[in-house]
């Protein structure tokens, strides 16, 4: 019942409702968790959709001065935006990457803006889960469109790319000719290379490195999700508003075409297969913390510290009990 009431207020665009409703996803208390998942079916059945678009880049490109002016620009289109932040390593680091108050003080005044930190989870499964739940409520509340920022450690740019329908890789120029070390994985889930800080003695550099991601870019193979001329690498400057618009243009014909060729569809639907699957694993393993499963680990696993037991003669074991409980 509360749900639902919660759920209702957050479909009537109530900020303050989203927030709460955010918060109730990224509880990990088992109650809450049910509470969470029946929040996020009654968003889902709003059927809104929002365009969610997935950012990336190393800490320094400049992600929340590159957010900050993108947003402004779609709330001055008259665009409802929300900022969701995946940051793996925000429990280590003790803060999140849009923690900081001081980051997007422009765009978190704005009404029709709703910026998120990432919430001080270790775990990238818990991490995954609470962003895309909190996509759909941002998507419920009517958001025109979610943007997704990571920074590019370990798997959370897979974790964005596979809840995102754009994924935008953010670079600085590079010193010299060559490229910044971007993993050829990262390089094919990319729709978009932006390079930032094209802007005063650092625009030669950015035009450079631009054009070695062209080149990069140019010698994967087309993707059939893709139109022709993506995807690209363009040169922005996110002090200087430049280059933005044509982003955003870009995006949105990419999106476009995507949408119109049946792509669009068959990414989400593809995408929620891939989280069923991941979120099944993810309570399987959680058994194992439970008992009767953690004892029996436990016993098992001193009988194998012993020598009475090889460890694979151990899981056998193991995983003839777990197929009884
Ligand atoms: P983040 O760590 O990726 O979020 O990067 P920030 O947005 O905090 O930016 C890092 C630094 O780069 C700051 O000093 C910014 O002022 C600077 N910066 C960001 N965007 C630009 C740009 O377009 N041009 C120039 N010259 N500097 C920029």
Same mark, same amino acid.
């Given at each position: 019942?509360?749900?639902?009431?919660?759920?209702?207020?957050?479909?009537?665009?109530? &900020?303050?409702?989203?927030? &709460?409703?955010?918060?109730?996803?990224?509880?990990?208390?088992?109650?809450?968790?049910?509470?969470? =998942?029946?929040?996020?079916?009654?968003?889902?059945?709003?059927?809104?959709?929002?365009?969610?678009?997935?950012?990336?880049?190393?800490?320094?490109?400049?992600?929340?001065?590159?957010?900050?002016? @993108?947003? %402004?620009?779609?709330? !001055?289109?008259?665009?409802?935006?929300?900022?969701?932040? =995946?940051?793996?390593?925000?429990?280590?680091?003790?803060?999140?990457?849009?923690?900081?108050?001081? &980051?997007?003080?422009?765009?978190?005044?704005?009404?029709?803006?709703?910026?998120?930190?990432?919430?001080?989870?270790?775990?990238?499964?818990?991490?995954?889960?609470?962003?895309?739940?909190?996509?759909?409520?941002?998507?419920?509340?009517?958001? #025109?469109? =979610?943007?997704?920022?990571?920074?590019?450690?370990?798997?959370?740019?897979?974790?964005?790319?596979?809840?995102?329908?754009?994924?935008?890789?953010?670079?600085?120029?590079?010193?010299?000719?060559?490229?910044?070390?971007?993993?050829?994985?990262?390089?094919?889930? !990319?729709?978009?290379?932006?390079?930032?800080? +094209?802007?005063? #003695?650092?625009?030669?550099?950015?035009?450079?490195?631009?054009? #070695?991601?062209?080149?990069?870019?140019?010698?994967?193979?087309?993707?059939?999700?893709?139109?022709?001329? @993506?995807?690209?690498?363009?040169?922005?400057?996110?002090?200087?508003? #430049?280059?933005?618009? /044509?982003?955003?243009?870009?995006?949105?014909? *990419?999106?476009?075409?995507?949408?119109?060729?049946?792509?669009?569809?068959?990414?989400?639907?593809?995408?929620?297969?891939?989280? @069923?699957?991941?979120?099944?694993?993810?309570?399987?393993?959680?058994?194992?913390?439970?008992?009767?499963?953690?004892?029996? %680990?436990? +016993?098992?696993?001193?009988? =194998?510290?012993?020598?009475?037991?090889?460890? /694979? !003669?151990?899981?056998?074991?193991?995983?003839?009990? *777990?197929?009884?409980?």
């Amino acid at each position: 019942m509360e749900m639902t009431e919660l759920a209702m207020a957050v479909i009537a665009g109530d &900020r303050r409702a989203l927030a &709460r409703a955010v918060t109730r996803v990224e509880s990990t208390r088992p109650d809450h968790r049910t509470q969470a =998942v029946e929040l996020v079916a009654q968003a889902r059945a709003a059927g809104r959709q929002a365009l969610r678009i997935g950012l990336s880049g190393t800490p320094g490109v400049g992600k929340s001065t590159f957010i900050e002016a @993108f947003g %402004m620009m779609l709330v !001055a289109q008259g665009l409802r935006v929300a900022v969701l932040a =995946v940051d793996p390593s925000s429990a280590r680091s003790g803060g999140s990457i849009l923690g900081d108050k001081t &980051r997007m003080e422009r765009l978190s005044r704005e009404p029709a803006a709703f910026i998120r930190p990432s919430p001080s989870q270790a775990q990238m499964g818990g991490v995954a889960r609470r962003t895309r739940e909190a996509v759909a409520l941002c998507e419920a509340a009517g958001f #025109d469109v =979610v943007l997704v920022e990571t920074v590019g450690v370990g798997q959370s740019e897979t974790v964005v790319a596979e809840i995102c329908d754009l994924f935008i890789l953010l670079l600085a120029p590079a010193g010299g000719d060559e490229l910044q070390g971007v993993k050829r994985g990262i390089m094919e889930m !990319a729709d978009m290379i932006l390079v930032n800080k +094209a802007d005063g #003695d650092l625009k030669p550099a950015a035009m450079r490195t631009r054009a #070695d991601y062209a080149g990069a870019l140019h010698l994967l193979r087309r993707r059939p999700q893709d139109p022709e001329g @993506f995807p690209k690498a363009v040169c922005v400057s996110a002090v200087e508003n #430049d280059g933005l618009a /044509e982003a955003w243009v870009d995006m949105q014909a *990419l999106a476009g075409w995507r949408r119109e060729h049946g792509h669009w569809h068959s990414r989400r639907a593809h995408q929620a297969r891939h989280w @069923f699957g991941e979120e099944v694993r993810r309570g399987l393993l959680s058994v194992l913390d439970r008992e009767p499963a953690k004892g029996s %680990m436990a +016993a098992l696993g001193a009988q =194998v510290e012993a020598g009475e037991l090889s460890p /694979e !003669a151990a899981a056998v074991q193991m995983l003839a009990l *777990l197929g009884r409980h």
